[in-house]
C-alpha cells in the first residue's frame, strides 16, 4: 500500500497561484499514476488532473486546463499542482489519489486517497 499526504492549501485571492503538493510513503512512488481531484461544498468529487506514473503523460480537466500543472518528482516521492488565475470556483478541498496506470477521471480506478487540503479562493 501507499500512504499520501497533501499540502500547501491556504486561502488565496483570485487571480493568485498556489502550489500544492503529494507526498507518498510505503510502496514505491513511481509504480503510481497520480491524479488530483476536488471537493467544492455541496457538490460532487471533481476530476481536475492527472500525471502517468513517469511524469510523461498527463491529462486536465476542461475546467482547469491552461491554469493548472501537474508534475512530479520520484526522486522526492511528491507530485505537484501548480495552480495559476485561481477562481472562487476553484474552492475546493483537493486530493490526490494512486492508481496502476494513468487513469485520468476514471475515479474508480484509483487504489489510494489522501486527506485532502483546503483550498479557498477569495473573490
Known amino acids: 500500500q501507499v500512504q499520501l499526504v497533501e499540502s500547501g492549501g491556504r486561502l488565496v485571492q483570485a487571480g493568485g497561484s498556489l502550489r500544492l503538493s503529494c507526498a507518498a510513503s510505503?510502496?514505491?512512488?513511481?509504480?503510481?499514476?497520480i491524479g488530483w481531484f476536488r471537493q467544492a461544498p455541496g457538490k460532487e468529487r471533481e476530476f481536475a488532473a492527472a500525471i502517468s506514473r513517469g511524469g510523461g503523460r498527463t491529462y486536465y480537466a476542461d475546467s482547469v486546463k491552461g491554469r493548472f500543472t501537474i508534475s512530479r518528482d520520484n526522486t522526492k516521492n511528491t507530485v505537484y499542482l501548480q495552480m495559476n488565475s485561481l477562481k472562487p470556483e476553484d474552492t475546493a478541498v483537493y486530493y490526490c489519489a494512486a492508481a496502476p496506470f494513468l487513469a485520468g477521471a476514471r475515479t474508480n480506478e484509483y487504489d489510494y486517497w489522501g486527506q485532502g487540503t483546503q483550498v479557498t479562493v477569495s473573490s
Open positions: 510505503g510502496r514505491t512512488f513511481s509504480s503510481y499514476a
